[in-house]
């Protein structure tokens, strides 16, 4: 009688295949990052995403942490008046200095949060 072969050892095939999808994935996330093409809107599951000829509205902060709203300087209680203020399929682009603190970031995502205001997005610039 003759004996097959035992078949020791791991098979990593399966392995190699994972490995080349996680990294096909990688380079092309970050490839949309180096290109600051990529906005964080935060999520939502059965929205569509708002059109190009949406109403936009402006929120820049500086990078001594001071906030603007359309060009306007506001503090933080005239601030979530004006987000409160807002129509929901506005959508509100922030310009946010590298520099400036991220409690100001915060401070202001917890207005968003509070009012459950879903479109927006952050300015970024590419890299050179």
Do not use: W, Y
Not at 27 to 50: D, M, R
């Amino acid at each position: 009688m003759m004996r097959l072969p035992k078949k020791d050892g791991l098979n990593v095939i399966p392995l190699i295949d994972v490995m080349l999808v996680l990294l096909a994935i990688v380079l092309s996330v970050s490839t949309f990052i180096a290109q600051g093409q990529i906005k964080v809107e935060l999520p939502s599951s059965n929205q569509q995403s708002a059109p190009n000829d949406s109403p936009t509205a402006l929120l820049s902060i500086d990078k001594e942490g001071n906030i603007f709203f359309d060009s306007i300087s506001v503090d933080l209680p005239a601030l979530r008046d004006k987000i409160f203020a807002l129509d929901s399929k506005t959508l509100l682009k922030l310009e946010i200095d590298k520099s400036s603190k991220f409690e100001t970031f915060v401070q202001v995502a917890d207005i968003l949060k509070e009012k459950g205001h879903e479109n927006v997005s952050i300015a970024t610039s590419q890299q050179q």
